[in-house]
C-alpha cells in the first residue's frame, strides 16, 4: 500500500426518488494498494456506496475523486474513468450471447485499446490464470457459478484496471464454489491489486483486509484494521451485528 | 367435386385471379414488414432515449397507431392523408399497413430491448463502455433473440391483416376470392383456396423464423 489516495469520497449522499438518505454524510480515501472490505446489515447501504464509487449510482450529494478526476463533475468523462475501475457482480453479469473469450475481450476491443491478437493473448493469459482456459469457446451457460464469477472477475481484469470494485461477489454462489472465488480475490490481493470489497465472508475479511468498514445506517458507524473490527469491536450495533453473523 | 372445382377456378381461368391476389398480398406484407420493421427499430430507440421530446413523440405514434382499428386507419390514409398525393392504391396500401405495423414492431423491440437484465447495461458500462456502445454490442444482440417469436407473429398478423385491403379497392387475394364468388356463384371454393393458401404462407413463415430462433439459442448450451 502506498500513501498516494487512489479514490476520494467526500460527504457523499444518496437518497433514491428523494426518500429518505440510504447514505450520509461517508468520507472516506482509499489509497492505491489498499484493500479495503465492507461490512453492515442487509439494506445498510453498503452496496449502494460501493456502486457510487463508479457512478453506477449517482450521488444526490457530495463528490468522489478518482486519480485526480472529479467523477461527480457531469462533464467528467465517464466511461474514461470506468475503465480502468472493474467491478464485479453478484450475478456475474456474463454476457450470455458472446463465448468466454469473446466476454474478455469485447471491452479491450470495442474501446480500441488493444488489437484483437492483443486482446486474445491477455484473455487467454488471464483464462489460464484462474485455470479456466479450456473454457475459452464456450458460452457462460455451460459454467457453474464459481466458474462464472472468477470469468467476472478476469473479464474486469482485461482492462487492466488501477481498483477492483466486488459487490458481494460470492453471495450468489453455492457454498461449495465460494472457495475458489476466494482465492482468485486473494491472488488479487497478493499481486498489490487496489480493491473495495462489500462481502459477508468474514474469514476473508480478517485474512485480506488493510481496513474494515462497518456501515449501519448509511454512515461508517465503525472503521479499523481487521483485528479491531473483530476483536475489539466498540460500537454496540457491531457488536450485535458480528455476534449474529460470525 | 373436381368437377365443381373445375367450374369455378379452373374455367376462365378464374385460378390467375387468386394468384394475382396473392402476389398483391405478398407484396403488401412483405413491404410493410420492412417499413414496419424499419419505422420500429428508430421509434423504439426514441422511446427508450432519455430525450423527453424523442419519448413523447415515440409514444404519441404508437398509442394513435395501435388504438384504431386497422380498416379505419386504412381508409384515413387513403381518403385523407395520402389523397393529395394521388398515390396508386397498393403504393398506400403498403404505406399504410407498413406504418401500422411499425407501431407494433416498435412496442416489441422496445420491450425486448427493455427485458433485458439491467446487470447486462451494468457490466457493460462499469467496463468502460459507452452508452451507445452497450446497446448496439449487449443489448441488441440479446434483445433481437427475445424479440424473435413476437416478431413472427406480427409478421403473421400482417399477411392475414391484408385481406382488408379491399377496403380500399385494392385486390388482394381475399378479394380475389370474393370476386370469383361474385361470378360462380360459389362460396366455399374460393374461400377454402385462399384459406388454405394463407395457412401455407403462416405455417412456413413460422417454419423459417422457427429455423432462426434454433440457431440463436446456441449460446444457450
Wanted: aromatic share 6%; glycine share 8%.
Amino acid at each position: 500500500m502506498t500513501d498516494e489516495v487512489l479514490i476520494k469520497v467526500s460527504h457523499l449522499k444518496k437518497s433514491f426518488n428523494g426518500g429518505r438518505n440510504v447514505l450520509e454524510d461517508i468520507c472516506l480515501d482509499i489509497r492505491r494498494g489498499e484493500k479495503i472490505v465492507i461490512i453492515g446489515p442487509s439494506g445498510c447501504g453498503k452496496s449502494t456506496f460501493l456502486r457510487c464509487l463508479n457512478m453506477l449510482e449517482t450521488p444526490t450529494g457530495g463528490s468522489i475523486t478518482f486519480e485526480g478526476i472529479n467523477l461527480t463533475d457531469p462533464k467528467t468523462d465517464l466511461d474514461k474513468a470506468r475503465q480502468k475501475m472493474g467491478m464485479v457482480f453478484q450475478h456475474f453479469n456474463l454476457f450470455p450471447h458472446l463465448t468466454i473469450l469473446q466476454n474478455l475481450m469485447l471491452a479491450p476491443v470495442t474501446l480500441n485499446l488493444k488489437s484483437e491478437e492483443e486482446a486474445k493473448k491477455i484473455a487467454i493469459d488471464l483464462l489460464k490464470r484462474v485455470g479456466l482456459e479450456d473454457k475459452a469457446d464456450k458460452y457462460p451457460s455451460t459454467c457453474s457459478g464459481g466458474q462464472k464469477q472468477r470469468i467476472a472477475i478476469v473479464r474486469s481484469l482485461a482492462m487492466n484496471p488501477d481498483v477492483m470494485l466486488f459487490d458481494e461477489p460470492t453471495s450468489a454462489l453455492d457454498p461449495e464454489m465460494v472457495g475458489e472465488v476466494l482465492n482468485v480475490m486473494k491472488d488479487l490481493a497478493k499481486a498489490g491489486m487496489t480493491m473495495a470489497v462489500v462481502t459477508h465472508e468474514m474469514g476473508f475479511a480478517r485474512e485480506v483486509a488493510d481496513r474494515v468498514l462497518f456501515i449501519d445506517g448509511g454512515v461508517i458507524a465503525e472503521e479499523g484494521t481487521p483485528q479491531e473490527i473483530f476483536e475489539h469491536p466498540k460500537c454496540e450495533r457491531l457488536q450485535q451485528f458480528l455476534k449474529a453473523v460470525l | 367435386m373436381f368437377h365443381s372445382i373445375y367450374d369455378t377456378m379452373i374455367a376462365g381461368q378464374r385460378y390467375v385471379l387468386i394468384l394475382q391476389g396473392l402476389g398483391v398480398t405478398l407484396i403488401i406484407a412483405v413491404c410493410a414488414i420492412i417499413i414496419g420493421t424499419i419505422l420500429g427499430c428508430i421509434l423504439a430507440l426514441m422511446k427508450i432515449s432519455d430525450n423527453r421530446i424523442l419519448k413523447g413523440i415515440g409514444t404519441l405514434y404508437t398509442t394513435v397507431l395501435r388504438g384504431l382499428p386497422l380498416a379505419t386507419q386504412l381508409m384515413i390514409f387513403y381518403f385523407v392523408v395520402f389523397a393529395p398525393l394521388h398515390l396508386p392504391k397498393l403504393v398506400v396500401a403498403i404505406l399504410a399497413y407498413g406504418l401500422n405495423s411499425g407501431a407494433y414492431c416498435t412496442e416489441i423491440f422496445r420491450a425486448g430491448i427493455q427485458g433485458v437484465d439491467i446487470g447486462q447495461t451494468e457490466a457493460g458500462r462499469s467496463l468502460g463502455l459507452s452508452k451507445r456502445q452497450t446497446l448496439f454490442k449487449i443489448i441488441l444482440p440479446q434483445a433481437v433473440k427475445a424479440v424473435l417469436p413476437t416478431y413472427t407473429s406480427e409478421f403473421i398478423v400482417l399477411i392475414k391483416e391484408t385481406s382488408v385491403a379491399s377496403f380500399i379497392a385494392v385486390m388482394d387475394m381475399t378479394k380475389a376470392g370474393d370476386m370469383i364468388r361474385n361470378a360462380t356463384y360459389n362460396a366455399w371454393i374460393p374461400l377454402l383456396t385462399c384459406a388454405i393458401i394463407y395457412l401455407i404462407l403462416t405455417l412456413g413463415l413460422t417454419k423459417v423464423f422457427d429455423v432462426f430462433e434454433k440457431r440463436m439459442a446456441r449460446s444457450d448450451r
